[in-house]
C-alpha cells in the first residue's frame, strides 16, 4: 500500500458521485494514459440497468494522474490505464491494466483502435448497454 494514497480515492469517488444527475446502481471511470496525453471517459448505470455516459468533476482528473504519480514516486510499475468502480453504496474497485505498456507505462497509440473504441462505446451507449463488466458490478456479481 502508498502511504496517502486513500485521499485520492476519495476524490475520484467524489468526482464521480457529484456529477451523476440521477439515480444509479453502479459507475465507472476509466482513464488511459499514451505518451502524448491521456482519455477520461465515465458512464453510470441506473437502476433500471440503462447505461449513460457523464462527466465526472475535474477533480477526478487530476486525481488519477496525481495517483499514477504516487505509483511512479513509491517504484511500483506504472500502469496503463485503470478502470474505477463505484456502486452507490460507495463500495469501490479499481482494475490496473499493464498490457502492451511500455517502460514509461504508456500504452501504444494507434489512431483506428482508438476510433473504433471509442465508435463502439458510442454505439453501445445510446442503445443504453452498459459495459459487461460494469453490469456485473449493477447485478451484485464480479
Known amino acids: 500500500m502508498i ?3 486513500e485521499p485520492l480515492y476519495q476524490r475520484i469517488a467524489d468526482a464521480i458521485n457529484s456529477t451523476i444527475p440521477e439515480e444509479w446502481v453502479s459507475a465507472e471511470f476509466h482513464a488511459l ?9 465515465a458512464e453510470y448505470v441506473r437502476p433500471d440497468g440503462v447505461a ?3 462527466s465526472p468533476a475535474g477533480d477526478g482528473d487530476r486525481a488519477i494522474r496525481e495517483l499514477r504519480k504516487m505509483f511512479r514516486q513509491a517504484g511500483h510499475r ?4 485503470v478502470r474505477f468502480m463505484l ?3 460507495g463500495s469501490f474497485n479499481a482494475q490496473w491494466g499493464y498490457d502492451g505498456c511500455d517502460a514509461n507505462g504508456d500504452l501504444p497509440f494507434d489512431e483506428q483502435t482508438e476510433l473504433r473504441r471509442h465508435e463502439e462505446r458510442r454505439l453501445r451507449l445510446i442503445a443504453g ?3 459487461q463488466a460494469e453490469q456485473n458490478v449493477a447485478d451484485g456479481g464480479a
Not at 33 to 41: L, N, R
Not at 78 to 81: A, C, D, E, V
Request: proline residues 8%; glycine residues 12%; aromatic residues 20%.
Open 78 to 81: 506504472l500502469w496503463g490505464q
Open 52 to 54: 449513460r455516459s457523464f
Open 129 to 131: 448497454k452498459p459495459r
Open 3 to 5: 502511504p496517502g494514497i
Open 87 to 89: 456502486r452507490a453504496d
Open 33 to 41: 494514459f499514451y505518451a502524448d496525453g491521456s482519455t477520461y471517459e
